[in-house]
């Protein structure tokens, strides 16, 4: 069955440095998202991606955030400048056409920010 | 303020007996709902889409309702096994195919 697939599983950095996380969704779908899990609480929603470009964004998703696809099957989430605060398990989800479809999910990467 | 509220942070129940868990939901008009198990370090995985036109949903053991009077959902898992035990979210979508969660509850499941 097609999955998501996340890289890094684990990311440990130092404050300030810059991170890529990676994604593969599954093939056919259009939707992509990013999500995190702040450890303990509950699962937010970054940014959603759709047709090549950011369709909706929270707030936690500040200048410090980008997402891009750079080719057919990578999605990435890069952030420029990491905080402490910035430690987490983000997820990456995708969807098929059609709004009413549901998320699937990948296995998440783990960020440490030291 | 939206604000979704999942019934407590733990449920205990026997082996073989039906779970159900609740998510209500405040300020908020879904498209439909979502539940998903998470385990602890894994990404969520999803179990069942109810759409906001929809009263019920099966899918083996599993029974969602979807109720936008009173904007609740109930999670009901019968026959319920050890390896049942999980956190299970609730996640409700909007018409830009975004998803909110709730905070999720721990169900353990006793032999």
Known sequence: EPEVTQTPSHQVTQMGQEVILRCVPISNHLYFYWYRQILGQKVEFLVSFYNNEISEKSEIFDDQFSVERPDGSNFTLKIRSTKLEDSAMYFCASKEQGIQETQYFGPGTRLLVL | ?111
Do not use: M
């Open chain 2, 1 to 111: 303020s939206q604000k979704i509220e999942q019934n407590s942070e733990a449920l205990n129940i026997q082996e073989g007996k039906t779970a159900t868990l609740t998510c209500n939901y405040t300020n908020y008009s879904p498209a439909y709902l979502q539940w998903y198990r998470q385990d602890p370090g894994r990404g969520p995985v999803f179990l069942l889409l109810i759409r906001e036109n929809e009263k019920e949903k099966r899918k083996e053991r599993l029974k969602v309702t979807f109720d936008t009077t009173l904007k609740q959902s109930l999670f009901h898992i019968t026959a319920s096994q050890p390896a049942d035990s999980a956190t299970y979210l609730c996640a409700l979508g909007d018409n830009a195919g975004k998803s909110t969660f709730g905070d999720g509850t721990t169900l353990t499941v006793k032999p």
